[in-house]
């Protein structure tokens, strides 16, 4: 088997790079390294490795961008696995196997020595993931905090909260949309319509916190126009989960997912990466990804 450790040079502290590279070469497996250039490296050099159908494991060494370039390439091949070794700022997926994530996927042999599961995909226009699509205010925020990067001495916590700032206290929250789930039909200004497969998005944030990624069931919700004091007093709750305790206030539906057209251009958030159009169809895809992680790790809801 082989096994391709595809690092993303930019991401993490200064010197992870190369202590990663040293761990790599310490283990005792037939390791390959391969530094991505540019955004769409780890997507093609996933697939290219996939599409040799030989058995091979894919390392995704960075954040979730990096992961979701790995599992666009290896999806739909049985015969590929990805896992994410996280050396960047943001790794949510990996928050679904508990406190302890980052310790356990940055030990490299327990990591290539661990089981593997099918892991379902959510299809937005096209683009795979494997964790949350969110439209919306919190969709926004995600986007919008990239320019706010480049102002000086702001650093990516400061960027996302001008961003907040700016996307709820001086814009609208909410947008007219047209949203069609399963039996709910619905017209009017939503402020976030959220599809889970994973559980985690946004730094931390927990919508569905029993969801699994596996049962090839989406969990969707969505949230009409509310105010911006309604939003600032629900926005907690909804970070935890407790979207149950909120029915009048937060719609929810279990299915195959969501279409959500607007009056004009939407911008959704597939595991982190931007897709932009009017129209989003937000589908469970017929294909799969493999997923590898530690032996003694589970991602079985909490509690």
């Known amino acids: 088997m082989r096994h391709i450790f595809i690092i993303n040079p930019m991401a ?126 919190d969709a926004r925020i995600a986007v919008d905090k990239d320019g706010y990067k480049l102002l000086p001495l702001v650093s990516g916590m400061g960027a996302y909260i001008f961003s907040l700032v700016a996307n709820v206290l001086f814009k609208p929250i909410a947008v007219p949309t047209v949203v069609d789930c399963g039996d709910l039909h619905f017209e009017g200004e939503t402020t976030i319509v959220c599809v889970c497969s994973g559980r985690y998005y946004g730094g931390g944030f927990m919508p569905v916190g029993d969801n699994m990624p596996d049962d090839g069931v989406l969990e969707t919700l969505v949230i009409p126009k509310v105010s911006r004091a309604t939003f600032f007093r629900l926005v907690g709750k909804y970070a935890q989960g407790k979207y149950r305790d909120y029915p009048e206030l937060i719609l929810h539906r279990r299915g195959d997912g969501a279409t959500v057209r607007g009056e004009r251009e939407l911008v959704a958030v597939v595991d982190g990466e931007p897709v932009r159009a009017k129209e989003l169809v937000i589908r469970l895809s017929e294909k799969k990804v493999n997923f590898f992680y530690p032996a003694g790790m589970a991602y079985d809801p909490p509690g």
Not at 36 to 49: K, M, S, V
Not at 58 to 69: F, K, R, V
Not at 95 to 104: E, S, T, V
Request: net charge negative.
């Open 12 to 137: 993490g502290k200064r010197g992870s790079t190369k202590k990663l590279e040293a761990d790599i070469r310490a283990l005792d497996v037939p390791a390959e390294i391969v530094l991505t250039q540019e955004t769409g490296d780890a997507r093609r050099i996933a697939r290219a490795a996939a599409e040799t159908g030989e058995d091979v494991r894919l390392y995704a060494c960075g954040g979730d961008g990096t992961l979701n370039e790995a599992v666009n390439g290896a999806a739909g091949c049985p015969n590929a696995a990805v896992t994410n070794v996280p050396i960047g700022t943001g790794n949510d997926f990996l928050k679904i196997f508990g406190r302890d994530y980052r310790a356990g996927f940055s030990d490299l042999k327990a990591l290539s020595e661990g089981p593997q599961a099918a892991m379902d995909l959510i299809d937005c226009n096209g683009h795979l993931g494997l964790d949350i699509v969110c439209t919306g205010v």
